[in-house]
T-cell receptor, first 112, second 111 residues
Framework: NAGVTQTPKFRVLKTGQSMTLLCAQD?????MYWYRQDPGMGLRLIHY???????AKGEVPDGYNVSRLKKQNFLLGLESAAPSQTSVYFC???????????FGQGTRLTVV | ELKVEQNPLFLSMQEGKNYTIYCNYS?????LYWYRQDPGKSLESLFV?????AVKQEGRLMASLDTKARLSTLHITAAVHDLSATYFC???????????FGTGTSLTVIP
C-alpha cells in the first residue's frame, strides 16, 4: 500500500533552473496539497486541488505553479528557482473536506 | 487568515513525567488535527477532533478540543523516550479547503 509517493526525494538546483516535483496517491483521494516546511515556521500551504483539473492558491503560492491533470497526480513546478525556495516540500492528500490528510515522505530541495 | 499557535515550541521532559502541549487558533473552527513528525520523516496523523468537547486517547497521548476557547491540548502521560518527536496541530476553516499548521512542538524525552 504505497499511499502518497513523492519524486524525487532530494534535489539540488542552481538559481534560475526549473524543475517539477511529482506527487502520486493511490487512495482515490479527491483533495491534494503541496506544503513547504521551513525551520520554525511549521508547514505552509503552497497550492491545493479539490479534484481533477482544479487548482487553487494557498498561503505562499508565488514562484510555484501546479497541475492536476489526473486525479492521482499533483505536480508542483518551479519555473525559475531561487535560494528562498530551499525547503522541504510535502505533498498530502485527503478524501475530501474536513478529513485528515496523509503525507508523502517529503522532498528536500536546495537552491544554490 | 487563520493563525495557529503552539506552545511550548521546545519541550524537554524526563521519562515518567506528564506534560501538556497547547494549540490556540484565531478563527472559528470545529475541526482540529494532531500530527507527529520524527526527524527527517513525514507527518503521521495522530488524532482528528471534529467537535467541541471531543477527546481522543491513544496510548500515553490524549487530545482534547474546546472550540469556544479555540484551544486544543495534547496531554502526555508518563512520557517514554519513543514519544520524542515534533508534534503539530492543524486547523481548517469552516468554509475553506486548507489546513493551517502550528509551528510545532519539539519534544525530547530524557531517560
Amino acid at each position: 500500500n504505497a499511499g502518497v509517493t513523492q519524486t524525487p526525494k532530494f534535489r539540488v538546483l542552481k538559481t534560475g533552473q526549473s524543475m517539477t516535483l511529482l506527487c502520486a496517491q493511490d487512495m482515490n483521494h479527491e483533495y491534494m496539497y503541496w506544503y513547504r516546511q521551513d525551520p520554525g515556521m511549521g508547514l505552509r500551504l503552497i497550492h491545493y486541488s479539490v479534484g481533477e483539473g482544479t487548482t487553487a492558491k494557498g498561503e505562499v503560492p508565488d514562484g510555484y505553479n501546479v497541475s492536476r491533470l489526473k486525479k492521482q497526480n499533483f505536480l508542483l513546478g518551479l519555473e525559475s528557482a531561487a535560494p528562498s525556495q530551499t525547503s522541504v516540500y510535502f505533498c498530502a492528500s485527503s478524501i475530501g473536506r474536513n478529513t485528515e490528510a496523509f503525507f508523502g515522505q517529503g522532498t528536500r530541495l536546495t537552491v544554490v | 487568515e487563520l493563525k495557529v499557535e503552539q506552545n511550548p515550541l521546545f519541550l524537554s521532559m524526563q521519562e515518567g513525567k506528564n506534560y501538556t502541549i497547547y494549540c490556540n487558533y484565531s478563527t472559528t473552527s470545529d475541526r482540529l488535527y494532531w500530527y507527529r513528525q520524527d526527524p527527517g520523516k513525514s507527518l503521521e496523523s495522530l488524532f482528528v477532533l471534529l467537535s467541541n468537547g471531543a477527546v481522543k486517547q491513544e496510548g500515553r497521548l490524549m487530545a482534547s478540543l474546546d472550540t469556544k476557547a479555540r484551544l486544543s491540548t495534547l496531554h502526555i502521560t508518563a512520557a517514554v523516550h519513543d514519544l520524542s518527536a515534533t508534534y503539530f496541530c492543524a486547523v481548517d476553516m469552516w468554509a475553506g479547503n486548507q489546513f493551517y499548521f502550528g509551528t510545532g512542538t519539539s519534544l525530547t524525552v530524557i531517560p
